[in-house]
């Protein structure tokens, strides 16, 4: 083709007509060999791919959606991309939709206390073929809306006991009472929680207060903190507890980020852990084993909870199966910083 082709006629983008015309096939096998590749011949699908490297023809999903009716849009909506569970969740979506014809649209909504029904104004504008929700807490009428969408619908961490369509993830309650139970068999007496009080995050409270309660022992002391867990949020929430709860002798951090500020700020504030304070974090960051002490932490792979949901949802999409329930296994992993308390005689 000469200069002029390249760009379609008289200097227009080229469109799928011209790839066709260079392949010496229809558009409508083009479309087919660019979004379904596996329903097209090789030798097609080889034409078809050699004629868009000599056009420069680049696809457009949005334009192709809006035209045929089938969405190529996953739209994830997080609550934030700065979380690093989150973020590494975001990754496994990402990688668990390599190579088919969908391609991923995040939306950030921040920490609220729950959706409401006019989450659907938010998704309309782009036709999306699914949508994904990442530990965002919604309102009953958002819940009832989204159900009758039509289209499916995943939710990752969202504490609920009856999925809109389906969830992926470990049950944060589950893994805090897990720290609860090993707080209690622990010895310690004067117990804190410091994180998230709210849902998703605040049913890890709830649990951890069970697991303290069902082993014999109770919480005493919270102090919430809402919002991303940083390492400045986390110094912060530790110089509050040691000023308004001086008698504790453990906590149980909502978050490891949030647990490597509080660790720094019991350097500064000349503590020894876990001599003088047993901590427990959630989330098993890499980082949390590197720690001194190294962090006693609920294990969970945020990038596996995300690559999970997004292979279940690739799944649904590509064939039409459901599986409305994906578990992600948890454990706890009980290292330096919550040794056994000598028994007072």
């Known amino acids: 083709m000469n200069n002029s082709d390249k760009s379609g006629r008289a200097g227009r983008p080229v469109r799928v007509e011209d790839v066709a015309r260079e392949a010496g096939v229809s558009p409508i096998t083009v479309s087919r060999a660019l979004s379904a590749p596996h329903k097209v011949r090789q030798e097609t699908r080889e034409r078809v791919m050699e004629a868009v490297a000599r056009t420069g023809y680049v696809v457009n999903s949005i334009a192709s959606s809006l035209r045929s009716g089938r969405s190529s849009i996953v739209t994830i909506f997080v609550a934030s991309l700065l979380n690093p569970h989150f973020a590494a969740a975001m990754q496994g979506a990402l990688d668990a939709f390599e190579g088919s014809r969908f391609r991923l649209m995040f939306a950030q909504t921040g920490y609220v206390d729950g959706l409401k029904a006019e989450v659907l104004e938010l998704i309309r504008p782009f036709n999306p073929a699914a949508v994904m929700f990442a530990g965002i807490p919604m309102q009953p009428e958002a819940r009832a809306a989204l159900r009758k969408v ?150 969970v792979s945020d990038y596996e909870t995300g690559r999970l949901a997004g292979v279940a949802l690739r799944h649904r999409l590509e064939n039409g199966e459901h599986e409305p329930i994906i578990q992600v296994p948890m ?6 910083s919550t040794p056994k308390r000598a028994r007072k005689t």
């Open 331 to 336: 454990r706890l992993l009980v290292r330096d």
């Open 150 to 299: 039509g289209i499916p619908i995943m939710e990752m961490w969202s504490g609920a006991d009856d999925p809109i369509d389906m969830v992926a993830g470990a049950s944060i309650e589950t893994g805090a009472a897990m720290m609860g139970r090993h707080f209690a068999e622990q010895g310690y007496k004067h117990i804190a929680y410091v994180g998230q009080t709210k849902v998703p995050g605040g049913i890890g409270m709830a649990g951890f207060r069970r697991g303290l309660e069902e082993a014999g022992s109770k919480l005493e002391f919270v102090l919430a903190v809402e919002g991303t867990g940083t390492l400045s949020a986390g110094i912060a929430a530790f110089d509050r507890l040691l000023d308004e709860f001086p008698s504790c002798d453990a906590v149980y951090i909502g978050s490891d980020l949030l647990a490597v500020g509080a660790q720094i700020a019991a350097g500064d504030r000349g503590l020894q852990l876990p001599r003088d304070m047993a901590m427990g974090g959630y989330g098993d960051l890499e980082f949390a084993r590197y720690l001194r002490p190294a962090l006693t932490t609920v294990a």
